[in-house]
């Protein structure tokens, strides 16, 4: 009778109740990219560069992804939108890719880029073609108020990019040095910088100033990505023109520069995009061709800095900029030895075996 119930206890168990190799599968990470050409976002496999599929497929009113974060209830928020009636950050489920809402829009944001959760419980959203940077209520959406415009200073707010608070909570904002006007046409005048804001009192500071432009650019600085070593503590700010820069967080003081120009031409013929560390702790971004807006997929290695191209001309890849990495299922084991189903009943017989689940430009120059 013992092992009887043993045995139909087991028969509750599928194998796809259990560690299996679709486990396996999902535990190993995978880069969601942002499209914005293809207004859709997409898996790849961060090791050999091959089409995963569609992660978000594209849908009306669903434009021009730019910016991928986590949120703190773990879902995925994306910002998408070109106009002021399309402009929104959209909510997805991060394991899925099911849309959960449009969470957040209004309050004058126009073509969203940077996103950010901030230590306030506010959502801070870079409005580009504005000069704004505007906060919503991180629990449900709503817009509470604009932190952050333009001043008609070269010091200003001008062309928000991305958007990341360091471990200081101070929020460091990429500018791209255009200023808009009321219908949101750009014009060009001031430098790209890194600002930093103090959350409480909302003053801005410039922190990074412009640099000379990378030798293989066509002859500008466009700051556009922004991450911190996890090893390192470092800034790594990439530059849409071609490079990424990485400072000093404290001083702001430049440490050492990367080379994005992944087709050897002078000048270079990729753009690149944002910026993102993986599981393995190397750095990730994106580029594209500037002919054809096809793209590919890069990391350089944490310590000696080489860079490895992933992913070569991939057609899926449509005009990418923003990319993240797919949050992997809670609960598995990475490095776990998955046990055979035989293996298995022969534990549960033995008492030995007990299963846990828990359930648990610049973008375009003138875009």
Do not use: C, H, W
Not at 65 to 78: K, S
Not at 112 to 141: C, K, M, N, Q, W
Not at 240 to 249: H, K
């Amino acid at each position: 009778m013992k092992i009887f119930s043993i045995l139909s206890a087991l028969s509750l168990f599928t194998l796809s109740s259990l560690p299996s190799l679709s486990l396996m599968r999902s535990a190993q990470a995978a880069v969601l990219v942002g499209n914005t050409e293809g207004n859709n976002i997409v898996e790849v496999d961060e090791n050999t560069g091959q089409f995963l599929g569609e992660f978000v497929s594209p849908f009306s009113g669903f434009e021009s992804p730019d910016t991928l974060a986590y949120g703190p209830d773990d879902n995925l928020y994306v910002s998408s939108g070109t106009t002021r009636e399309n402009s929104a950050i959209y909510r997805f489920d991060s394991q899925t890719g099911a849309l959960i809402d449009r969470f957040a829009s209004g309050g004058g944001l126009f073509r969203p880029y940077g996103l950010a959760f901030g230590p306030d419980s506010l959502l801070y959203v870079s409005s580009f073609r504005s000069d704004e940077i505007i906060r919503y209520d991180a629990r449900t959406g709503d817009f509470v108020d604009v932190f952050a415009q333009k001043d008609g200073t070269a010091e200003g707010l001008n062309g928000p990019n991305g958007l990341l608070f360091g471990p200081d909570n101070k929020l460091y904002v990429t500018t791209q040095g255009s200023v808009a006007d009321e219908e949101g046409n750009l014009d060009f005048a001031f430098p790209s910088q890194v600002l930093r804001y103090d959350v409480d009192s909302a003053e801005g500071e410039v922190f990074v100033s412009q640099p000379e432009p990378f030798p293989t650019s066509f002859g500008f600085v466009s700051f556009l990505g922004l991450a911190v070593g996890p090893d390192d503590g470092d800034l790594y700010v990439s530059d849409f023109a071609n490079g990424i820069r990485r400072y000093d967080i404290e001083t702001g003081a430049e440490i050492a520069v990367l080379d994005t120009n992944y087709t050897e031409t002078e000048p270079s013929s990729n753009f690149v995009g944002s910026l993102t560390f993986g599981p393995d702790r190397d750095l990730y971004s994106v580029g594209f061709n500037t002919e054809t807006t096809i793209g590919s997929l890069f990391k350089f290695d944490a310590v000696t800095g080489d860079r490895t191209l992933i992913a070569d001309n991939s057609p899926q890849l449509e005009r990418p900029i923003g990319l993240l990495f797919k949050r992997l299922d809670e609960g598995v084991d990475e490095g776990a030895v998955v046990p055979e189903p035989g293996t298995v009943v022969a534990l549960l017989l033995t008492g030995a075996f007990s299963v846990s689940l828990k359930i648990t430009s610049k973008k375009a120059l003138t875009e």
